[in-house]
């Protein structure tokens, strides 16, 4: 499995994938997308800290991808985003609470075809 290949899946559950670089050394990629509600969603996958001491390899993105989707909490992420007043004015109580939902379940199936790739 090639990290290009995860990419490629990543673009098929509408996730965008931008190297992250200090001083012209790839330490990561930031993901980007959007829930259905239109909200923009960054997630960072940093090799920076030293967790990983074989770097940057496809099956060390997989395992920051299930830990991103682990720990995506839709509750807290609507409590954070109904801190703004324009969220609160654009999304009422219920359709935040629906956005980030089907955000976390996109978000499991996207982690999961990797996995299924990684496995096949």
Known sequence: MEISKIISIAEYYNFIFHEYKENGFLCGYEMETWTDGGVNMIHFIDFRKGNYPDGLTPQNVLEELKKI??????????????????YRKAFSIREAIDD???YNERLAEFVRAVQAAFDA
């Open 69 to 86: 989707s682990a720990y995506f909490d839709p509750d807290e992420e609507v409590e954070l985003h109904r801190q703004g007043d324009s």
């Open 100 to 102: 980030f939902v089907a």
